[in-house]
């Protein structure tokens, strides 16, 4: 993997890291478990773009105040990969990837009863509204421009840098289970911890994460698009 051996140790920077993803974390879980009133209709709403704009800016800023000093292009990897064909090429394998477990495990849940990861998460709409058309294009840029910039300077840029010299594997490993914890979600926490391995070994194997944030884009593109389509 072409990731460089010459990252140093920030260790205090790594804690203040992980403090941040965990309180996160303990936040998504506790917002969404403390309360059954979740809308149907997150998507057609001006307040939900309004959220994520705040959420993942405040979550930019915590990342520019752990990084102060630091050469953060180094550390965000906010580099072009060696080559972009191979990298478009690893990211559709990826994507591949993650689609077909998600078919599995949706086949593995169907015997177990009625679960759906999909609406666990509250945020895909279960159909076209053609009279609410603007909010859903300002929600549509968030969740597929911002949130995955955002989410992969956290994990594959920042979080994928501080492991990384304790090892390739534990850095895959650890900033993909977290970004699926960091979700707060139970039946759709495979997929998601999944998802954040594959992408983290799409960083390793580039030295980038601008292929890991447009694979989340078009996942995340994908799934809100099928959701109106159906």
Known sequence: MPEPATLQRHPG????????????????YLGRYASDDTPEDVAYQWVSSVAIVVQFGLMLGILLLITIGLPKREL?????????????????LC???????????????????????????????????????APFIAFFLAVTLLAPFVEELTYRGLGFSLFSPYGLVLAIVATGLLFGLAHGLLIGLPVLAFFGIVAA???????SVYPGILLHAVFNGVALLVSVAA
């Open 13 to 28: 920077r790594l804690a203040a890291w992980l403090v941040f993803v965990l309180a996160l974390t303990l936040l998504n």
């Open 76 to 92: 965000f990897a906010l580099k072009p990969p060696a080559s972009w064909k191979r990298a478009l090429g690893l990211a559709v």
């Open 95 to 133: 994507l591949v990837l993650i689609y077909v477990f998600s078919l599995a495990y949706t086949g593995v849940l169907s015997l177990l009863g009625d679960f759906d990861a999909t609406e666990e998460q509250g945020l895909v709409p279960d159909e076209w509204d053609s009279s609410r058309a």
């Open 201 to 207: 070994w799409l960083r390793a194997k580039t030295g």
